[in-house]
């Protein structure tokens, strides 16, 4: 039927009306025969193997984790509760599993340049125990240490400097002392040195002796004087010589006391790790910076009695530790990390800091590693959204993935917040897989907007809503279910209760061919009915358990559908389900409340006089249409247009109206039931008001599909029933639609008893016709439509009004001009 | 300088002054704090002595008296009026360097001309006589054992209150026992040793000029008792 209406349109013809009769109960509603499944209950199916319905997902994802190459990190899209995480999840697990573990990520002490840490990269298991080897090595230097300096081996040698260089510096001023006691002099000490005086009998001459002597004597006293002096004065010079001499013998000493003692302690360790090389630069680094430092650890281990504790986190030690921040040991395979609040921090890495008598301090051992480390080697799962929300985060995502390497820079340092001394660790090559997890407008938007995200997300997994509903794949939905039944630890179902869970998620799809892939919904579906089942004390769940699960669901969203059914109901809001009306129609509207979803009548009315061709939308006019609401209605426009004024201007101004609404229309699904109000307006014919109508229509007339017809239908069917079902009333929804019947057994009861009744119509006269009561009418030749169809008595409507519009601007001519024009007409 | 004795109901004393003999180049030597020890031990007074030698007043007015400093080597001139003033100020900083330590003890800083003997002489009446030096020489090790100087007629057990006294500044290494066999050898044994300081009894110095040998030859504080 479709077809032939297609081909009308092609032609641009005007669709010919056929009788339409009241749809055959069966194409209500597609039923699941439980009868015809091959088990009893989900204890006797397998468990699904991989997944269903998503082969297009999981092709994509094979693809995306195969491929190596720079730019392939994966977005997998589609709406919520599809299971795209566990899916993706379970894929990277399972690969991952055969990858090889990536090494441990350590950061340790930089010796040159302290402020930027440097990034180990280890085997598996190896940074622990390197940690743990650095940590009993600083244990051990400060007993070590201390206990060399002690030993009698040091005190001797030390004391055997001290006594070569005392031997020497006391012969210094024994030799000039001797010197000086063999010219007769002395050295006499002075608050600040030496001076050196004549002497007689043991005595030091004053100066009245002094004057007795002869000046010769006097002469060669002060000569042998300054003889003296001079030797004491470079007796003094060599002394402090070899002072520095000493200093520089003793530090000798101590540097290999110390070298020695710390050498013994790392000869272990150097073996353990001579095969990696970065350890050992980093352990000849240690090294040297213990014996440089053997004074200060000496020091320390006096003043504390041994080790720092392990709640010390600022030590002078720590530059020996090894900060591991990414520890693989029992890893099975390349890791999969799910980064479920992936802020920069927790995506990057941190620096955390230490007050200290109010001064922040850090040091590498407060560096945190983030996920993007974690997951280095294997796979990182984010949720784009929640990235995107996070300050910062997708920026610095798009910088690693691009340079390859996660970079820890505190934000704090990016923004220049904070002035405190931090570090800038050395950047640690990163090779990882992300994988986003969104819904298509993101990746949509992303890829509109952000000229990175293409290059770097090259890969989509795009998870479908549904899939067909054949035998295979029905078997392949019982699976799933009987998998998730298991592993959420619910009671068998038995194939009665399978088949109503086939059926809901058809009706989920809103098409009777289709079953819909949402896993959380089904997993909602299964715990409920699972729980009316502990409820009746029942083994396994029926049916009838998930059928009082789904309308316990409904009952529990429901109560605005009702509020709004009884507002109908109370004749406040005005809706007739018998008589006749002119101009006006049950429209059918859907409200949508997240999950939960109903459908209410609306009254339709129009209004038309002799204008110039213009139709008024209300809702527009008000602001309370939306966009694709006045598409459909400038559309009815043109097919009134193409219609009817083909020979005449469309001399019609008209408004129309969804009665009684309080809050913004949209969709076009009303456009059907507009043009039929319209159409009375003009042709003066009564409508049903026992029937509702929906539908969207082309320029021809033609009606169209459009969504939530299973809610409609019942939205109706709900008040006629309260108001008592008549046998005439029923519902008009385009053919197009039949195939997405899912209708409550009430209605397809009601159907099947001829209290009610579903007409599927492919044309606007198709509903005109039944509507009116009255052919629509087919044109002839000349463009002209039987006058006592529809179509004829809109054509005359329009032919008078444009008579008289004639008339009013050019009244004579006129006149004759309209006159002969319905003359010809008329032949 | 002088302040008030501490109140104190300590036990009969038989020690009542501690003289401290410095030469005038041992103002930071470590002779003073055994001497406030032994003061404190004791609650005696304490005599700070800064003993100038007449050789080196008659050497400061001789016409060519320069002096050669410590541990530059630099020289000056030195008269007496120079010599006065950096005795003048070697007594200031002596003072000062006992003002905080000695809180609480009865002092008494000045200068004196004398020789060592001398000075057990003047002060017979004081108990304890501690002799210093200038400072310890950097040379020698950081533990050393401290001695006490014995004959054969010493009493051990007359060592043991000034030893106790002293036991904070001998913790770290035991005591060793000399026994005086002469000038010579002892003072051959002592640069040996290297004693962290060294007791010996008045009662024990057969040979006056034996005691001013070891002053003058070693840098180690001799504490003289009664």
Redesign the interface.
């Known amino acids: 039927m479709l077809d032939s209406v297609n081909a009308a349109h092609d032609a641009g013809a005007v669709v010919p009306a056929r009788p339409v009769a009241a749809l055959e109960p069966g194409l209500l509603c597609r039923r699941c025969d439980a009868e015809a499944l091959s088990f009893l209950t989900t204890t006797d199916l397998p468990d699904l193997d991989g997944t269903i319905g998503q082969g297009r997902a999981t092709n994509a994802l094979e693809f995306g984790v195969g491929m190596a190459h720079e730019g392939y990190n994966l977005f997998v899209m589609g709406t919520p509760g599809l299971g795209k995480s566990p899916i993706a999840r379970g894929m990277l697990e399972q690969r991952a599993a055969t990858m090889p573990i990536p090494p441990d990520c350590c950061l340790v002490h930089n010796f040159r340049t302290p402020h930027q840490p440097i990034a180990l990269m280890l085997a598996p298991g190896t940074g622990v125990e390197l940690q743990r080897d650095m940590r009993n090595l600083v244990r051990d230097i400060l007993s070590g240490i201390p206990a060399a300096f002690d030993g009698d081996d040091y005190?001797t040698r030390?004391?055997e400097i001290?006594?070569e260089?005392?031997e020497r510096?006391e012969g210094l001023f024994t030799a000039v002392a001797e010197e000086a006691m063999r010219k007769n002099l002395?050295l006499?000490?002075?608050?600040?040195?030496?001076?050196?005086?004549?002497v007689r009998n043991g005595?030091?001459?004053?100066?009245e002796e002094?004057q007795k002597l002869s000046e010769a004597e006097q002469q060669e006293?002060?000569r042998n004087?300054?003889i003296v002096?001079q030797k004491?004065?470079?007796a003094?010079?060599e002394s402090?010589r070899l002072?520095r001499e000493?200093a520089r013998r003793m530090e000798a000493l101590n540097t290999d006391v110390a070298s020695r003692r710390v050498d013994q302690h790392l000869e272990e360790l150097r073996a353990h790790y001579r095969a990696l090389p970065e350890v050992m630069t980093f352990l000849s680094e240690v090294r040297d910076d213990i014996v440089d430092n053997a004074d200060e650890i000496r020091r320390f281990a006096a003043e504390n009695k041994g080790p720092p504790s392990a709640d010390q986190r600022l030590t002078p030690f720590n530059r020996y530790y090894v900060n591991v921040l990414v520890d693989r040991n029992g890893s099975t395979g390349a890791p999969v990390i799910y980064e479920d609040h992936p802020t920069y921090q927790n995506l990057i890495g941190r620096i955390e800091h230490l007050a200290q008598f109010g001064t922040l301090l850090t040091d590498f051992t407060l560096i945190k590693g983030g996920a993007l480390l974690r997951a280095n080697g294997g796979y990182l799962i984010l949720d784009a959204r929640k990235v995107l929300m996070q300050p910062f985060a997708w920026d610095a995502l798009k910088r690693a993935l691009r340079a390859r390497e996660a970079r820890i820079q505190p934000l704090e340092q990016m923004l220049s917040l904070a002035s405190t001394i931090t570090l800038e660790p050395a950047p640690i090559p990163l090779d990882v897989k992300v994988v986003l997890t969104g819904d298509r407008l993101l990746y949509h938007l992303l890829s509109a907007y952000d000229p990175d995200f293409p290059l770097l997300f090259k890969v989509q997994a795009d998870f479908a809503e549904d899939f067909a509903r054949d035998t295979d794949n029905t078997r392949g939905f019982a699976c799933l279910i009987a998998t998730l039944q298991r592993q959420h630890k619910l009671r068998p179902m038995d194939r009665g209760a399978v088949a109503r869970l086939i059926e809901h998620a058809a009706r989920r799809a809103e098409d009777a061919e289709k079953l819909s892939l949402h896993r959380e919904d089904l997993l909602d579906n299964l715990r409920e009915a699972d729980w009316w089942a502990q409820r009746a004390g029942s083994d396994v769940v029926q049916a009838a358990h998930v059928l009082q699960a789904i309308a316990a669901g409904i009952q529990r969203a429901d109560q605005l559908r009702e509020r709004m059914h009884e507002s109908i109901l109370r004749d406040i809001h005005r809706i007739q389900t018998s008589g006749m009306a002119i101009a006006q129609v049950n429209g059918l509207a859907v409200v949508l409340l997240g999950k939960h979803s109903f459908g209410h009548p609306t009254r339709i009315t129009a209004t038309a006089h002799p204008g110039n061709g213009k139709v008024i939308d209300i809702q527009r006019e008000s602001e309370l249409g939306g966009a694709i609401h006045s598409k459909g209605v400038l559309i009815l426009s043109a097919f009134l247009a193409q219609r009817y004024a083909q020979r005449q201007p469309l001399t019609l101004a008209a408004s129309l109206v969804f009665e009684q609404t309080y809050g913004a229309v949209d969709g076009d699904s009303a456009s059907a039931a507009e043009l039929c109000t319209l159409l009375s307006a003009l042709s003066g014919l009564p409508l049903r008001q026992d029937l509702a109508i929906t539908g969207s229509v082309d320029q021809h007339g033609a009606v169209q599909a459009i969504g939530g017809v299973n809610e409609k239908i019942e939205g109706f069917f709900d008040i006629c029933k309260a108001r008592g079902l008549s046998g005439t009333q029923g519902v008009l929804i385009p053919e197009a639609n039949i195939k997405h019947l899912m209708l409550r057994d009430d209605v397809v009861e009601a159907a099947r008893s001829g209290r009610f009744k579903v007409y599927a119509i492919s044309s606007i006269d198709q509903a005109m016709t039944l509507l009116s009561g009255t052919q629509a009418g087919d044109v002839d030749a000349q463009g002209a439509f039987p006058s006592d169809t529809v179509n004829g008595r809109v054509q005359a409507r329009l032919h008078d009004w444009a008579g008289l519009l004639q008339r009013f601007a050019h009244p004579k001519s006129g006149e004759s001009q309209n006159d002969d024009e319905r003359s010809g007409n008329d032949s | 300088m002088t302040t008030s004795a501490p109140e104190t109901t300590a036990e009969p004393r038989r020690v009542r002054e501690i003289v401290l003999a410095l030469?005038?180049?041992g103002r930071d030597s470590p002779a003073i704090p055994l001497a406030l020890s032994l003061a404190r031990h004791f609650a005696a007074g304490l005599v700070a002595l800064l003993v100038e030698?007449?050789?080196?007043r008659?050497?400061?007015?001789?016409?060519?008296?320069?002096?050669?400093?410590?541990?530059?080597?630099d020289?000056r001139r030195?008269d007496p009026a120079l010599?006065e003033r950096?005795?003048r100020?070697?007594l200031q900083q002596l003072e000062r360097s006992l003002m905080a330590p000695a809180s609480g003890l009865r002092v008494d800083v000045r200068r004196v001309c004398s020789r060592p003997l001398q000075l057990l002489d003047e002060h017979a009446t004081a108990d304890i006589v501690v002799f210093g030096r200038?400072t310890v020489?950097?040379?020698?090790?950081a533990e050393r054992s401290p001695i006490r100087l014995e004959t054969a007629a010493t009493d051990p057990a007359h060592f043991d209150e000034a030893a106790r006294a002293l036991q904070a500044h001998t913790a770290s290494a035991p005591w060793e026992r000399l026994h005086w066999t002469g000038d010579a050898d002892v003072l051959a044994r002592l640069r040996r040793r290297r004693p962290s300081l060294i007791l010996i009894s008045r009662r024990d110095i057969a040979r006056a000029d034996g005691l001013q040998q070891l002053i003058e030859a070693l840098d180690e504080p001799i504490v003289v008792l009664p």
């Open positions: 005190r030390a004391q001290n006594d260089f005392k510096e002395m006499v000490r002075t608050p600040g040195g030496w001076t050196v005086a004549p005595e030091v001459f004053g100066p002094f006293i002060e004087s300054d002096r004491l004065r470079n003094v010079q402090t002072h000493h | 030469e005038t180049d030698s007449e050789a080196l008659r050497a400061a007015s001789l016409p060519f008296c320069v002096e050669v400093r410590r541990h530059s080597g020289e030195l010599l950096s005795l100020q070697a200038s020489s950097r040379w020698l090790p």
